[in-house]
């Protein structure tokens, strides 16, 4: 699409005017070729994304357990969900651990290791590819049981802890510990957001330190005046995007507990629930009633999020 | 000819298949008889299958199959979502567990019609034969009797020096052989017994022992909540008598596969299981294995095995070649070279004639599990009702329920009458 086209466009809409079909054509015919080279996404858009999801809420509200027609049951599936669901309750307490560790932790260790990357070592260009590699690697089967073998009772890490004479316990067998392997296990995949420090931090003004420093500002006092600042807004980014993949994770738990979010349920994620009511015991109109509340608690996170967002992010703008 | 499909394949397999429609030159398929055959297991299983779906296309020409296996998790979900989409294989492998449901549904097409034509079973074992039915018609043939059996380290045993339990052994004796076992056990970290307080297939053993079942005739729990108490209790004492494995090695035994047993870690000597399982647990175990029965509840009772039809045949109700389909499976369950080739991986065969057939060719592992089900005496039991649909779900709760009472959160007094509330609502729930 070009650039005077999209204007006209936009003009033609804020206008309010009525699209008739001759106006209709000529947005056709002066775009064309742009929605043709669209198509594949429309396709995909409409097809894998809006029509699911269209019939996900529909079944939201009827009992279809895929061997049988769906049959309407209004709100009961919201109801029972929100009056009289122990699993909803316990898969969204191990969710929100979850969410609530492993973001910040995460992000801190990400602005870590960008701060370190950031100080012009050589080999940088090595390093940012290293530290990045979990994070493409982050929901592949192959890593969570990878993840599973380090920290199963005779595991390599309980191998490690032995060489300095600690007898570790079975991190993923126990309930006590498996979901902090989770969280360990996201923290670890830190490489997207420190990226995206990383860039973030390139775009500080130099001139700002050189004062700072000018004026006798320790390191630790620059960054907490300067850096953290005006990383902000990386920052805001860095914490929605998390938090949105927190709420979503899912294959680490899967493989780990074999599908169960056992040991007692404590890697039982809102995600992992929903799967099971879906795919184990074929409750496809629940399921798709607890997804749609999924995407009603990320919506409220987020939005909540840009709510607070005006009182500690700092555009320089 | 076979088609045979696994993940991969299909993916390589479908892209020429459009490349070929393409270009016009699409397989003749007008002329074939083409079968969908879908069932669970491992490679072991699929080239025994394979092997009769062989044998059966070249005396019958004009007969292809398209044969798909997936491990038994992945199996259920797959089979709902293809008959959901109007698309479900011709030929089924079924579970005693989901059988009503998929008769119940419509799913799975009556085969009374085909028997006496297509389907012989004059020599068939009645009670197999019974177990395949719902609602006084057959959905189901049975392709192996089997029983629940623990699997046992025979190496471990020997190199300790010390007997297997011989078939009159029950949980009271236990303890006492933990300590033998404790005494003489060369192997470093290995325990006595595995942890099955969670395992569903046992406590229906232990309560048939005391004269209940797991599931009345109607779907209903066929136990107290004393009973689940007592139950508890007694892997409780057992755990505090240091018989078995920790809590967290069991909990490592997350879904009843076999890489993940306990027996296959080396945690334990023993783990319960199946009895046509000992050829798959073998097929991953460096030590030789063998099978017992599951202890006693106490001295001298019986009753808790039973002959459980292992898995069926069934038809999509929705197939276009349900008569060549009852002749496949009658080829299947009947003919002496196909059974050869079958053996007893999906447990004993329930056609007389078949099973003389194969007794000679069995390696000595198969005629353990044949000589196991066929001598089961008065540890045997009449068969079950079919549990009621729920019931998956109420062992998952019972699995996860086991798991607080062996990490300590919950008391098995209070953990009996929590599990029977727990279960009644997941049941009513799926009446309602």
Not at chain 1, 77 to 105: C, G, H, Q, W
Not at chain 1, 116 to 141: D, E, T
Not at chain 1, 200 to 223: H, V
Not at chain 2, 250 to 258: H, M, P, S
């Amino acid at each position: 699409m070009t650039a005077r086209s999209m204007h006209e466009t936009n003009r033609v809409s804020s206008a309010g005017r009525a699209l008739t079909p001759s106006r209709w054509s000529r947005i056709w015919s002066r775009n064309s070729a742009g929605y043709l080279f669209l198509l594949p996404w429309f396709l995909g858009f409409f097809g894998l994304t809006l029509g699911p999801m269209v019939s996900s809420l529909f079944l939201s509200f009827t009992d279809f357990d895929l061997l049988t027609a769906a049959n309407w049951v209004g709100l009961s599936n919201y109801e029972r969900i929100f009056t009289n669901d122990p699993k909803f309750a316990a898969s969204m307490r191990v969710t929100l651990f979850f969410v609530v560790f492993s973001v910040p932790l995460k992000l801190a260790f990400a602005l870590g290791v960008a701060l370190l990357l950031n100080r012009g070592m050589k080999g940088l260009g090595l390093y940012r590819a290293v530290f990045y590699l979990p994070s493409l690697l982050g929901a592949s089967v192959a890593i969570a049981v990878l993840w599973r073998q380090l920290f199963a009772g005779d595991g390599v890490v309980n191998d490690a802890l032995a060489l300095v004479g600690i007898q570790g316990p079975a991190w993923i067998s126990n309930p006590n510990y498996s979901l902090w392997t989770l969280v360990v296990l996201s923290i670890w995949q830190f490489g997207s957001p420190m990226i995206i420090f990383l860039a973030g931090l390139r775009q500080i003004p130099q001139d700002m330190y050189e004062a700072a420093s000018l004026d006798g500002a320790g390191k630790w006092r620059q960054f907490w005046k300067i850096t953290l600042p005006l990383l902000t807004p990386v920052v805001f980014f860095n914490f929605i995007i998390q938090t949105i993949e927190g709420f979503k994770s899912f294959t680490p738990a899967f493989i780990i507990s074999g599908g169960t979010g056992n040991p007692i349920n404590s890697t039982l994620f809102y995600t992992l629930y929903l799967y099971q009511e879906a795919f184990s015991f074929f409750r496809m109109g629940y399921a798709s009633a607890l997804a749609w509340i999924l995407l009603a608690i990320v919506g409220f996170f987020t939005a909540f999020s840009f709510l607070t967002s005006k009182y500690w992010v700092h555009y320089d703008d | 000819m076979t088609i045979r499909l696994d993940r991969r394949k299909f993916l390589m397999g479908s892209t020429a298949l459009a490349a070929a429609a393409g270009i016009g030159i699409g397989p003749a398929m007008s002329q074939e008889t083409r079968m969908r055959l879908l069932f669970w297991g491992g490679q072991a299983r699929a080239d025994r299958t394979y092997g009769v779906t062989d044998l059966y296309t070249s005396a019958n020409p004009g007969v292809t199959f398209d044969g798909e296996f997936l491990a038994f998790t992945d199996y259920w979900p797959k089979l709902a979502t293809q008959t959901a989409g109007g698309n479900s294989p011709d030929v089924i492998q079924m579970d005693y567990r989901y059988i009503v449901e998929y008769a119940n549904r419509n799913a799975i097409a009556p085969l009374d019609e085909f028997v006496g034509n297509e389907l012989n079973l004059d020599d068939f074992d009645a009670d197999q034969l019974e177990g395949g039915k719902v609602g006084g018609k057959l959905y189901g043939i049975s392709l192996g009797a089997n029983s629940v059996a623990l699997m046992v380290n025979q190496t471990a045993f020997d190199e300790a020096g010390m007997d297997i339990p011989n078939r009159d052994y029950s949980y009271a004796d236990l303890p006492a052989l933990a300590e033998e076992w404790n005494s003489k056990n060369k192997r470093p970290g290995m325990k006595f017994w595995s942890d099955y307080s969670g395992g569903e297939p046992g406590l229906d053993n232990w309560l048939r022992q005391r004269g209940k079942p797991l599931y009345t005739a109607d779907g209903q729990l066929g136990f107290e909540a004393q009973d689940i108490t007592d139950w508890f209790q007694m892997w409780a004492d057992l755990r505090a008598a240091g018989v078995l494995v920790s809590p967290e090695d069991q909990a490592l035994d997350a879904t009843d596969a076999i890489e993940n047993t306990m027996i296959t870690l080396a945690k334990a000597p023993v783990t319960y299981a199946n009895s046509n399982q000992l050829i798959a647990f073998q097929a991953v175990n460096p030590d030789t294995l063998t099978m017992i029965n599951y202890p006693r509840a106490e001295p001298g009772s019986g009753g808790g095995h039973y002959r459980k039809p292992s898995m069926f045949f069934s038809l999509g109700a929705g197939s276009q070649h349900l008569a060549e389909g009852a002749k496949f499976i009658d080829f299947f369950i009947r003919d002496p070279e196909a059974g050869k080739i079958l053996g007893v991986e999906r447990g004993i065969p329930c056609s007389k004639a078949q099973r003389e057939a194969i007794a000679p060719t069995l390696d000595p592992q198969s005629r353990i599990a044949l000589d196991f089900v066929s001598n089961l005496g008065d540890l045997l039991g009449p068969l079950p009702p079919s549990p009621p649909a729920a019931a998956g779900e109420v062992g998952v709760a019972f699995k996860t329920k086991s798991q607080e009472v062996a990490f300590g959160q919950q008391s098995p007094q209070d953990a009996g009458p929590a599990f029977v509330q727990q279960a009644t609502e997941i049941l009513s729930r799926a009446a309602s």
